[in-house]
């Protein structure tokens, strides 16, 4: 597994441009026995273990790209591509799931049943991502897959650890472009013209009450502007102001009511200014959901496996978001957070020095068969 990661690691690859961690996925399920089948341009990899096997299908699912991030950790297997880095620990989550093959496999302990393995590409992109291009491709069926298992490491855990929560555990996680259409002038004849900056700064500030006044206190909700540019001189009234941002939710009424909300605020703040405005908001994933049955069967089967105290009930849903909600719309399973702070808290996910110690890949392997196994052997 050491290996395998510090491979992935050296050459990260952006969403969609794998290629090269594709061969490398392909090469070692070839080394372990795995047969696998690639798509053409399409960057995925799908390994089949078991196939003639009884007992349910079980899909275990790891992201492969990198992030547009510039590598600080000074390890002696840093990034050898500029300007890109496995700095969301997809390295291990592929090493992971080939470790678990390897545990599942012929010379290893054997899974009841048959077991899909996932290689996704493009989950970092944030719309279409790479899963539903995935499932376009028929990974879920010849043999019906019955349930999905996945995990993504953590920096809020200490290493060693499993998080685990049955019900929301990523938000949905929407985008929105907005365009003020004002009028230019002179900086020093403000009344001649139609000031977009000065609307855009009241659009930022009306926004936070569609959160704070607009919400169910107890239904969490974020709603943030994370760019704006307008303008080109201090003594310039520009034309044109534009503003991005995210939205973040967990249940798919608010999703709808936030949306709308968005777009009529943003109009009527317009309106009262005299000025023009367009909106474009898009879907991205929905909320990943832990169906209850089997993330509670998983857990009875890590519980033996590791011990009661490895196992963290997370207390609530991040607002971050993932595409494994997409597979998760389609059959029953769940998504488990896999400790690898050191000390807890101590690095953050897409920063330059995130790196997970080498001891989260033997947890997050045998986490994977276990899981695997369990939903073989005692489905819910």
Request: proline fraction near 8%; hydrophobic fraction near 40%; include cysteine.
């Amino acid at each position: 597994m050491r290996a395998w990661r510090e491979a992935f690691h050296r050459e990260p690859e952006l969403s969609n441009h794998e290629l090269r961690t594709r061969e490398k996925v392909v090469a070692a399920l070839e080394e372990l026995g795995v047969p696998s089948t690639t798509f053409g341009s399409f960057t995925g990899v799908l390994g089949s273990l078991g196939a003639g096997r009884k007992g349910p299908v079980v899909a275990v699912r790891a992201d492969m790209d990198a992030l547009p991030v510039t590598e600080a950790t000074g390890l002696p297997y840093t990034s050898t591509i500029p300007g890109a880095m496995h700095a969301c620990g997809h390295d291990v989550h592929m090493a992971c799931a080939l470790g678990a093959a390897a545990i599942l496999g012929e010379n290893g302990t054997r899974a009841p049943g048959p077991v899909k393995f996932l290689f996704q590409p493009a989950e970092e992109e944030g719309h279409r991502g790479g899963a539903l291009p995935l499932l376009d491709r028929g990974v879920f069926d010849r043999p019906k897959v019955d349930y999905v298992i996945g995990q993504h490491v953590t920096p809020e855990l200490p290493v060693g650890s499993i998080g685990w929560r049955a019900g929301p555990v990523y938000a949905a996680a929407d985008d929105f472009l907005i365009r003020v259409h004002g009028r230019g002038s002179h900086a020093g004849y403000p009344h001649l013209g139609r000031d977009p900056i000065v609307v855009a700064s009241e659009v930022v500030l009306g926004l936070q009450t569609l959160v704070s006044r607009e919400r169910n206190p107890t239904d969490p909700a974020v709603v943030t502007v994370g760019q704006i540019h307008g303008g080109t001189r201090h003594n310039v009234i520009p034309d044109e102001v534009w503003l991005e941002g995210t939205v973040r939710t967990l249940d798919p009424a608010t999703r709808r009511s936030t949306e709308a909300a968005l777009k009529r605020r943003v109009r009527g703040i317009a309106q009262s200014h005299g000025v023009r405005v367009s909106v474009r908001y898009r879907h991205g994933y929905p909320a990943t959901v832990n169906p209850p049955g089997a993330t509670r069967a998983i857990v009875v089967g890590l519980t033996q496996e590791f011990g009661a105290g490895a196992l963290t009930e997370l207390d609530a849903p991040a607002m971050g978001a993932e595409d494994f909600s997409r597979y998760l719309e389609r059959v029953p399973g769940t998504f488990l957070k896999l400790g690898a702070g050191d000390p807890p808290g101590a690095t953050s996910l897409h920063t330059p020095r995130f790196a997970p110690p080498d001891e989260t890949m033997v947890v997050g392997a045998a986490a994977l068969a276990c899981a695997t196994v369990t939903l073989q052997e005692n489905p819910p």
